[in-house]
């Protein structure tokens, strides 16, 4: 296992070479290749088993660099960047013509984000060029939290910088900023650390005019398919009071209905009946159960149980907990209410 951990040197020489690396960040691990290298680029879609039309976050050293890469780094984009960055924040904003349409999936944006962990904005400068890095797992997968994560994922085939786990521990929240007729429309595409109750009070402070809609599309950003981050066995969200035994009966039954793949995400579904489960139990703080989310996910699929029951605690609502939440409803295989 110890031979794939990497230091920042060996990280550059493989980037240069078209490869892939595993990068900490404060959010999840990402899987990161230099944005001027279109194989490398290539390689994350291949090693992840991605899709094309998913976009690709590229993340930046300086707001230089971020400014590079859009025609339009408006007011509320500088502020929004100034308070948050480096942080778990991606402004999707209009990309410049010399972005890739492979890291965009062929859309007129870029999702740009400064990370906050040391290792990644060292890299990215030593580097002297963005890196495009989605989670470093297997498309629809857990994220990883951890260099022994991505060990794992990838059989120790993806070298990895060791960075130790990763503090926020659920992927950046997703804004994009577009601007019509002097106001600025904001589009929450993906919910995380920082809220929208975070970004309204920075611009309403500033005076800034905007507002918020609902975005359309679905793949403006990544993250946005019905089943994302799943464990490697069921995942099954409770809402009712059952007993362990008819939430088996339920899932073994909800199992055989349930589609081989949905929206690119192959569904894990056991070749047997279920009959043991294990029970998926979060911190009553938010940002402490995110941190933990994904670790505990895994742990618990490598536990021996054939499957994973989170009973839902409709106390757990509010601005800080969406994030989570998000994350477990995509995880799930589906919802016993």
């Known amino acids: ?39 490398g680029i290539q390689s994350i879609f291949s090693t992840k088993e991605r899709p094309f039309f998913d976009p690709l976050i590229v993340h930046v050293a300086s707001f230089n660099q971020a400014r590079s890469l859009t025609t339009e780094w408006s007011k509320a984009a500088a502020l929004l960047a100034e308070k948050f960055w480096p942080g778990p924040l991606t402004l999707v904003l209009p990309k410049a013509s010399t972005v890739n349409p492979l890291i965009t999936s062929g859309l007129e944006s870029v999702g740009l984000r400064m990370p906050k962990h040391p ?87 500033a005076g800034i005019s905007y507002r918020i809609e609902e975005a359309v599309e679905k793949s ?51 070749s047997g009946a ?10 009553e703080d938010p940002a402490i159960a995110a941190r933990e989310l994904y670790a505990l996910l895994r742990e618990k699929a490598a536990s021996g149980a054939d ?8 106390k757990k609502t509010g601005p800080e907990w969406l994030g989570l939440l998000d994350r477990l409803r995509k995880a799930a295989h589906f919802i016993l209410d």
Request: proline residues 7%; glycine residues 6%; contains cysteine.
């Open 274 to 283: 279920l009959s043991k489960s294990a029970e998926l139990v979060l911190s």
């Open 1 to 39: 296992m110890k031979s794939a951990l990497i230091d920042l040197k060996t990280a550059l020489q493989v980037l240069s070479k078209d490869g892939v690396v595993g990068l900490p960040t404060e959010t999840v691990y990402g899987l990161a290749a230099r944005i001027d290298r279109p194989l």
């Open 119 to 205: 290792l990644a904005l060292q890299l990215i400068a030593l580097a002297d060029c963005p890196l495009a890095a989605p989670s470093a797992n297997k498309f629809g997968r857990t994220s990883p939290t951890s260099a022994a994560h991505v060990i794992s994922e990838f059989q120790g085939l993806v070298p990895v910088i060791e960075g130790g786990p990763c503090d926020v521990g659920i992927e950046s929240t997703v804004l994009r900023l577009q601007e019509k007729k002097g106001v600025t429309i904001l589009n929450l595409l993906r919910p995380g650390a920082v809220t929208l109750t975070d970004l309204s009070m920075v611009l309403d402070q």
């Open 220 to 270: 403006v950003a990544p993250g946005q398919m019905k089943h994302h981050y799943m464990p490697d066995i069921p995942l099954i969200w409770v809402e009712t009071k059952l007993g362990k035994s008819e939430i088996t009966a339920r899932t073994n039954r909800r199992l055989k209905e349930l589609p081989d793949v949905v929206e690119g995400v192959k569904i894990k579904k056991p």
């Open 307 to 314: 499957h994973l029951i989170y009973r839902h605690d409709p």
